[in-house]
């Protein structure tokens, strides 16, 4: 029977840790280093699920093997970005497939938590390591088009509520996303407050001394260049909300991206989701909302959509 685990920003009304990646002259492949590393059970992954039988218990950490490597790696994912892939979770003495998550978005490990798993992982703490934690850290530095396998022992097996024997993961990863909105910027219409964006990508609002908006208004800050979100989409990003006394009434880029979901399922924390349909990934978004005579504005970053 297979035991389903939510992947990172999956459900609507899930808020996952999301912070912003460091900046580097270098290109990001370069830069990038994962705390996994190879070992004897991750090579002998393939690309599909297989039993390796009894030997792949003797295994002591968890490992980290590219099958495939993309030639192309303009695009990595970086700590906290968003990275939709296709990741199958199986048995590594059997081969029996215990998960599967087709085209799913997941949480590359963000920054605070990498010095975090490499300390982990030189430790006894290692054997109470999840798989999600340790697919969040195989992620980072995949580009799309790589196919990764990771291999955890016995007691992340069982620390996951995945049985007794070592597992494996294949990870196929479809697409990367920024953690921030990137694109061409464009001028707000009047009535509309002023955006301040400091180098972490985070927005300020300064509102305008006019009275609030008594109709809702919508206009894009940066237009970016990613697929346009459709009423399917499922969106995720970033929001500011500030009343018209200047008050933050929510930030997630405190407490962590969310999932603003489909049109048919929209997370009812943000009921701006309608409006998000029609906009390129990347785009910056500004919200005008009258509410019911206390007026809001959405700062909203849309920077992943699967």
Do not use: K
């Not at 929510?250 to 009921?271: C, D, K, R």
């Not at 978004?285 to 809001?296: Q, R």
Request: proline share 7%; net charge negative; glycine share 10%.
């Amino acid at each position: 029977m297979r035991r389903r685990i939510i992947p990172a920003a999956v459900s609507a009304a899930l808020l996952v840790t999301g912070l912003t990646a460091c900046t580097s002259a270098e290109s990001p492949a370069t830069v990038c280093e994962n705390p996994l590393q190879p070992g004897v059970l991750s090579n002998a992954v393939t690309g599909e699920p297989s039993a390796i039988g009894e030997g792949a218990n003797d295994i002591l950490n968890a490992q980290r093997s590219l099958i495939v490597e993309a030639q192309e790696r303009s695009d990595t994912a970086a700590p906290g970005g968003i990275v939709v892939a296709d990741v199958t979770l199986f048995d590594a003495v059997t081969g029996q497939v215990l998960d599967e998550r087709e085209g799913a978005p997941h949480l590359a490990l963000p920054e605070d938590l990498i010095g975090e798993a490499s300390a982990a992982l030189s430790s006894s703490d290692s054997n109470s390591i999840g798989a999600d934690f340790l697919i969040a850290a195989a992620l980072l530095c995949t580009a799309p088009g790589d196919s990764v396998a990771v291999a955890m022992t016995p007691q992340q097996a069982q620390a996951s509520q995945l049985g007794s024997d070592a597992i494996a993961a294949v990870i196929a990863v479809r697409s990367v996303f920024r953690t921030q909105a990137e694109g061409s910027e464009r001028a707000l219409p009047n009535g509309f407050p002023a955006i301040a964006v400091n180098d972490a990508g985070r927005p300020g609002v300064v509102l305008p001394p006019a009275s609030g908006p008594s109709e809702a208004r919508v206009a894009p800050r940066v237009l970016g260049t990613g697929e346009e979100i459709t009423a399917e989409s499922m969106a995720i990003g970033q929001a500011l909300t500030v009343d018209w006394s200047g008050e933050v009434v929510q930030n997630t880029w405190e407490s962590g991206l969310v999932a603003f979901g489909t049109e048919a399922e929209a997370n009812p924390t943000f009921p701006f989701r309608e409006q998000l349909t029609g906009y390129p990934v990347g785009s910056q978004v500004v919200i005008l909302d009258p509410g019911e005579g206390e007026p809001v504005v959405h700062v909203v970053d849309i920077l992943a959509a699967s």
